[in-house]
């Protein structure tokens, strides 16, 4: 991002300033109000809606305030060159960022302090140019333009007399409001400062002077510009015209060689700037030292997070300066990474209108006196990181993600700040104190009528500021502080030094470049440790560039899933945020693209640094720790700077004298002096010694030039797919700031709807991709490859763009969400109606269908009622946190796409809310984006279910007993426990003569298992039931629970409550339901009828055979083990594998059911529990004769332990029949790894004889052997049982 664009033919791309510019007043067109500020106005009014001739009013709004505080136009005087043809000239944007406020005129009473300020130009194609601007005042010789100043105030004063009498309230307040900060209010001054004499006062008018670089060299700019200055209001003319210093800066000042420094010479004495070489961090001359003062430590490593997981980021203080240098140090710190969105660190006042930008962005907004936070409109802020330099203050977004070990992070750059000297917790008053002193000694000796030939030893504070009304506010400000005044001295910076052998660079100046390099390597540190294998994951599908760049899009470069499964723990909520960052995605293209060209220099300095690791680090790259890992780099980069520093490498030529016209170039005190054009226009004919180095670096581009023309590659065409790849994801890269009619602001909106759509389209497919991939898994395709935390952070960022596009184009902003606040709007409108039309709506108005199909009723779809769920939720605060909780909620329930085209429907409603370009209002794009979302609904979420884990839910269960075969309702008292994932309601007692039910209770998560049961009392006790069905109220979501058993002493396997296991029924229609629906659900692979009992079929149905029963077994087994090799967040429910269908249970009973003796005489069914209590009975009664002694005991421990878990689940207190039992005693042996051992005792026991025919499997010994091989594959896992599986059984 050298900002050298690319070369033109010669050696210019070297030049150390490509322009200087001169803007200031244009003595031919006068005063003219500035129209960017009159067009300005003009946006204000649209955004108010109001129209256009009270737009015109609002323009002459300006003139409510004294002449002397209005912007006037200011013009680009000169700029030499004229032009350069890889850096072409855009007038309109450096008159706009040299003096954005316009003109200002000051009278011999104001502070006229010369301010130093700087600005940068990123181009449509990311490279930037920087700008160093020195804002001086100048006295106004134009008697034209007095004239017309002292008029102005005439019509003032007449029109503020008027008004005055008009209402009795003087606006001596407004007026006091509009005067420059913390200047005295009493009436004289007041009337001193609203006045302009032109026979007693000098006005001065603002001009100002830049220096435009490719790179960012801002001190030795500073230097240059601020010597510039001296040699102006110096008493002696200076040793050589200024056209010769320019354009020495201009032609003849190479920029120094990476890893060298620099000497060359200003106006009085030289200056030295560095470069880095190609093996440290980029160059950044911003001293960081202050965005550390400014911010405070602990408030800069968040918006720093804020800034890598790319939100808006609006910088907000009344110095230019200082919004420049917290956005350029921010963005430094970035390294390896590049901010890829919209960047303006200075954000002229015609430009407001771009906050309005639905994108990620940088920005720097000037605050104006006096105006708090709370005065300031923003049009979004659900995902706003506000920095308020100036007050030392931040406002972050709701939700977002710690930097990885942010703690010792932060103590280790506090190291580092404390080695200089600098309270990490910022030193805002020092610093501004500081600034201000520096400014106030500069005028001082500007104005020193000795020519500023002050001793250069220090001055006395008090001698050098007596008088100075400025001083008792900052000696107030100072003892606040605990600054103490007396020692503070200074060393006058403009004064001349002699150099005795010092260094020749500042010492001051040298600390700042130390703590800048030592600063950046702990951050750079920190990517280094944390990406250090980010290598082994990018996917390098394409063979040529040029398949790679036509597939860009639908390409996958990064193994996301693989590296988030690597991560430490801790990290993982900022990593899944970062990587679907548009600067992480470019960091990995920049990677990929390395094959076929040459390095990005970020990606190549990084590189080198993660093989330098490597090389020191030679144990095995074990899997990575979240131990914090120091920088250790610190000393050896300081060292580096010094030493360039100390050791000069290259000297530019002298200043000398040009080939002038005699009598130009005529010096006068305190103006700047009409530059000679023609000697500035071109440099020097001789190409000098730097040229040859830029001749070959030339020679190189063009062999590169001709070998990606062999590629194939038409150029022109490769340029064009660069930049599809590079701003896939990108709305818009940065706002032209020359041209600015309402027509390119249209233009420019439509940009950002194009872009707004994409990026849905983008994130949908996103997320459908990976949730079908994760449900493919589910059912047994293909591996996983999304994490729960995956999810979590695309629905986060799904949240985030709807934001954005409700932001878009917005009338009238209330609260910070916007999405919510038009959905309070659309509530409150429905609302209305719904008193005045209907009477208030039952929820499940639809009763239950004919007697035959008892079902759940109907579950109304409304908005209104999703609002008022969330509405009641006490656990979320915030606007912005109601927003995201009801997508959340939508999203589950799959009606995201419905809610959101029904809110659009009220079309007066949005054309109150918003304006004609905002992305809402766009048809065609806004039907387009609700299909993107509609899409969401081919996948289940349980994202609202998962992160509200603590609300109140309402919901409904209903019995659905066989009518043909039993009684409807039991005269018995039955109940009823629900359990999910996070908790059970505990047992309930089902009203008498009811089937149906509501309940309210703590979010139970996705259900897992209902227990329902009686008390078997009354004459109707018996019960079949078919399924109980639950449903959460809130999420619609519904779950099946089937049954098909008897409940009731006597019948069936006499049990009196049954665990039933839980499906999730596929959102279809009631009719559906009421059919019990069989459709296959997402949780799990497809379901057939819940299995009954095979003794109780008595042979009816078709069995399975030996192979098939073996299979079974090796699935269930398979399932389990898949289960625990899963992270942890992702696994579904064990319950399900273990009890469900196709569960181990099922597959056991599969097992001892083949060749089981069942049906007797008197058809009294006998039960696999009767074997196992048989065998009991027989291990408790004999002795056991073994082959050895060693075998002998460990029998005896398993027929122990067997007997007693048997009897244990006998002797629970719990009515459960002999195939629960059963359950019970399969899923304990799985829990406590004893299965494998208890098969073989069974399988030898004499009781097996009896009861099983010859060919049963469990008395064919190889099936037997290989059953116990496989149940001992569950030996490793840590296997943790659902309390309501073995409620009361106590081993």
Not at 252 to 274: A, D, M, N, T, W
Not at 1007 to 1029: F, P
Request: charged share 25%; net charge negative.
């Amino acid at each position: 991002m050298s900002g050298s664009g690319g070369p033109g033919p010669g050696a210019a791309p070297c030049r150390f300033a490509h322009y200087f510019v001169l803007c200031g007043i244009d003595a031919e067109s006068g005063l003219e109000p500035d129209e960017l500020a009159v067009l300005y106005k003009w946006l204000e009014a649209d955004l108010h809606g109001k129209s256009s001739d009270t737009a015109d009013k609002t323009s002459g709004e300006n003139f409510d305030q004294s002449p002397l505080r209005r912007t006037f136009k200011s013009k680009v005087l000169a700029h030499y060159p004229q032009n350069i043809e890889w850096n072409p000239f855009d007038q309109d944007a450096v008159n706009m960022l040299c003096m954005p406020k316009g003109l200002s005129f000051r009278t011999q009473a104001d502070n006229r302090d010369p301010q130093l300020h700087s600005f940068i130009i990123t181009r449509e194609d990311g490279s930037r140019t920087y700008g160093f601007v020195l804002t001086f005042y100048e006295e106004v010789t134009s008697k034209q333009i007095c004239t017309a100043m002292q008029t102005l105030y005439q019509m003032h004063n007449a029109e503020q007399y008027s008004s005055v009498c008009a209402s009795s309230s003087c606006s001596m307040d407004s007026l006091a409001s509009s005067i420059d900060e913390g200047d005295a209010t009493s009436l004289a001054k007041l009337q001193r400062y609203n006045s302009y004499d032109i026979s007693r006062d000098t006005l001065y008018v603002s001009k100002c002077i830049c220096l435009i670089t490719p790179l960012p060299f801002m001190q030795a700019c500073k230097k240059f510009l601020i010597q510039l200055y001296k040699a102006v209001t110096s008493q002696q003319p200076p040793p050589l015209p200024l056209e010769s210093y320019i354009h020495n800066i201009l032609y003849e000042v190479p920029l120094p060689p990476p890893g060298r420094s620099l000497k060359f010479y200003g106006v009085y004495e030289p200056i030295i700037c560095q470069r880095p070489g190609p093996n440290e961090l980029p160059l950044s001359d911003y001293p960081l030292r202050e965005v550390f003062e400014l911010l405070g430590l602990e408030n800069l490593v968040q918006v720093f997070t804020c800034v890598l997981l790319e939100m808006q980021i609006l910088l907000y203080s009344q110095d230019y300066q200082r919004l420049m240098t917290v956005a350029e140090g921010i963005t430094t710190l970035l390294f390896p990474f590049q901010w890829q969105h919209v960047y303006v660190p200075i954000l002229p006042a015609s430009l407001l209108h771009f906050l309005d930008a639905p994108v990620p962005y940088l920005m720097g907004l000037q605050s104006k006196e006096g105006t708090d936070r709370s005065k300031l409109e923003l049009p979004q802020e659900a995902n706003l990181c506000f920095v308020d330099i100036d007050n030392h203050f931040i406002e972050l977004p709701e939700e977002f993600p710690q930097f990885p070990n942010k703690l010792e992070f932060i103590q280790e750059i506090s190291e580092v700040l404390l080695q200089f000297g600098i309270p990490p917790e910022g030193n805002l008053h020092c610093s501004d104190s500081a600034t201000k002193l520096k400014n106030l000694v500069l005028s001082d000796l500007v104005n020193d009528k000795k020519n500023g030939n002050i001793p250069s030893n220090a001055l006395n504070m008090y001698e050098l500021l007596k008088g100075n009304e400025t001083i008792a506010r900052l000696q107030a400000l100072a003892k606040r502080t605990g600054v103490t005044m007396e020692k503070m001295t200074i060393t006058a910076p403009l004064a001349e030094k002699e150099k005795d052998g010092k260094l020749p660079c500042e010492e001051v100046e040298l600390r700042d470049y130390k703590l800048n390099v030592q600063l950046r390597e702990v951050f750079a540190n920190r990517f280094t440790q944390m990406f250090a294998d980010y290598e082994a994951f990018v996917i390098q599908a394409a063979p040529d560039m040029e398949s790679w760049l036509t597939n860009r899009e639908q390409m996958q470069n990064f193994d996301k899933a693989s590296f988030l499964s690597d991560q430490p723990e801790p990290y993982l909520p900022f990593l899944s945020h970062f990587i679907e960052t548009q600067m992480f995605a470019t960091f990995i293209d920049n990677k990929i693209i390395s094959q076929w060209e040459e390095k990005d220099p970020f990606l190549r300095v990084f590189d080198s640094r993660i093989e330098k690791i490597r090389l020191y680090n030679v144990r095995a790259p074990a899997l990575r720790t979240s131990n914090y890992q120091k920088c250790s780099t610190l000393k050896e980069a300081a060292q580096s700077i010094e030493q360039r520093l100390m050791k000069i490498d290259h000297t530019a030529i002298h200043p000398h004298l040009l080939d002038m016209k005699i009598g130009q170039g005529k010096y006068e005190q305190g103006f700047f002096p009409k530059l000679q054009s023609d000697v500035l226009a071109t440099g020097p004919t001789n190409n000098n010694r730097w040229a040859s180095r830029s001749t070959t670096t030339q020679r190189r581009k063009d062999r590169l030039r001709q070998h990606s023309e062999h590629m194939g590659l038409d150029n022109d065409l490769r340029e064009k797919y660069m930049q599809e790849a590079r701003s896939l994801g990108k709305n818009l890269r940065q706002p032209k700031l020359s041209d600015l009619s309402p027509a390119v602001i249209a233009q420019t909106n439509c940009k950002f709807v194009e872009g707004l759509l994409k990026e849905c389209r983008v994130k949908t497919k996103r997320m459908l991709v990976e949730k079908m991939g994760h449900e493919a898994v589910e059912l047994g395709h293909g591996e996983a490859n999304i994490t729960g935390l995956e999810e979590n952070t695309l629905i986060a960022s799904l949240c985030d763009l709807l934001e954005r596009i409700w932001s878009h184009g917005l009338q009238v902003k209330q609260g910070k969400s916007a999405l919510w606040s038009h959905l309070l709007q659309y509530q409150e409108r429905e609302e209305k109606q719904e008193h005045t039309a209907e009477s208030p709506v039952a929820v499940g108005t639809e009763r239950r269908k004919s007697d035959t199909g008892i079902t759940l009723p109907t579950l109304r779809v409304s908005l209104i009622q999703d609002m008022r769920h969330v509405q009641n939720m006490s656990e979320i605060k915030t606007d912005v946190g109601r927003a995201r909780a009801w997508i959340r909620l939508s999203l589950e329930k799959k009606l995201l796409s419905q809610h959101l085209k029904q809110l659009l429907s009220n079309q007066a409603l949005a054309k109150k809310l918003y304006k004609r370009y905002a992305f809402l209002r766009c048809e065609e794009e806004r039907e387009q984006f609700l299909y993107h979302l509609l899409s969401l609904n081919a996948v289940d979420y349980f994202c609202f279910t998962s992160v509200f884990t603590t609300i109140m839910i309402p919901y409904r269960s209903v019995i659905i007993p066989i009518k043909k075969l039993s009684n409807a309702i039991t005269t018995s008292n039955p109940w009823i426990c629900v359990s999910g994932e996070l908790g059970d309601t505990g047992v309930m007692q089902i009203p008498k003569n009811h089937l149906e039910m509501t309940f309210e209770c703590q979010n139970l998560g996705k259900l897992t298992t209902v227990q329902i049961g009686h008390d078997n009392s009354g004459l109707l006790a018996k019960w079949l039931v078919d399924c109980v069905m639950v449903r959460n109220e809130i999420t619609g979501h519904t779950y099946k629970f089937p049954c098909g058993r008897w409940l009731g002493k006597g019948v069936d396997d006499g049990s009196l409550e049954r665990i039933l296991i839980g499906e999730l029924v596929s959102s279809t229609s009631d009719e559906e339901l009421g059919k019990q629906c069989r459709t296959p659900p997402q949780q799990k692979s497809p379901t057939t009828a819940r299995r009954l009992s095979i003794t109780s079929l008595t042979g009816k149905n078709t069995k399975p055979n030996a192979g098939q029963i073996q299979e079974g077994i090796g699935e269930a087994v398979n399932n389990i083990v898949k289960h625990f090799h899963k992270p942890e967040k992702e696994r579904g429910s064990l319950t399900i594998l273990l009890c469900g269908e196709n569960g181990l249970v099922t597959a056991l009973e599969q097992v001892f059911h083949h060749g089981f003796k069942s049906a007797r005489i008197f058809h009294k069914n006998v039960f696999i529990w009767d074997f196992i209590e048989k065998a009991v009975a027989y291990f408790e009664t004999s002795d056991h004769i073994g082959d050895n002694e060693e075998a002998l005991l460990l029998q005896r421990s398993s027929c122990k332990t067997f007997c007693h878990y048997v009897n244990a689940i006998n002797t629970a207190p719990r009515n459960i029949g002999k195939d629960g039992k059963f359950q019970i005693l399969v899923c304990l042996g799985t829990r406590d790894h004893l299965l494998s051992q208890w098969i073989p005792l069974l399988a030898e026991c004499p009781p097996i004889t009896r009861m099983y025919e010859e060919n049963a499997l469990l008395r064919d010994r190889m099936t037997v052997n290989s059953l116990i091989r496989v149940l001992q594959t569950l030996q490793d896992f840590n296997i943790i049982l659902e309390g309501s599986l073995i409620k009361g059984v106590d081993v």
